[in-house]
């Protein structure tokens, strides 16, 4: 089973869990790190997420992926907050923050640099405008490694 097909059938299973516990999906991620396969889910609500949210949503899930039983490497399941510096992956973050201050980083320098930081103005699907020092930078979004909150701007 192909990583995008685990991810999205976890948040398939998940949607639920997440409505009965007053939670938001963020996102779901399975990655493989030092060897190791992690599925992932952050979890939001508008006061934020407390250790109990997470613990109650990772006993819930855990039961269901156990039930359902399709991925078949070993893995660790970790349920958590984004967190402040949260990554804006989907159009749904992006839109959520429009307005807000970001950083993002690049693949490969323009003109000699990698990393910007100004406020999120808009974007399509294959580009994002920031407002930076008073004027509108367009990035394409292929050429964007990581975008996320500014933590402090």
């Not at 269901?64 to 949260?86: K, M, N």
């Amino acid at each position: 089973m192909k990583k995008n097909e685990i991810e999205k059938r976890t948040e398939d299973i998940l949607i639920p869990i997440a409505q009965a516990n007053g939670v938001s999906i963020y996102d779901v991620e399975y990655v493989k790190e030092a060897g190791e396969w992690y599925l992932r889910a952050y979890i939001d609500k508008p006061e934020g997420v407390d250790i109990n949210d997470c613990v109650n949503v990772n006993h819930a899930l855990s039961d269901a992926l156990d039930e359902d039983d399709f991925i078949e490497e070993a893995y660790t399941l970790e349920v958590s907050s984004p967190g402040l510096g949260r990554q804006l992956k989907k159009d749904r973050h992006l839109q959520n923050s429009l307005g807000k201050d970001v950083e993002l980083k690049l693949y490969k320098p323009r003109d000699g640099v990698k990393e910007f930081a100004g406020t999120l103005k808009s974007f399509t699907d294959s580009e994002v405008t920031v407002t930076i020092n008073d004027k509108d930078e367009t990035f394409i979004r292929k050429e964007i490694s990581v975008i996320k909150l500014a933590l402090d701007f």
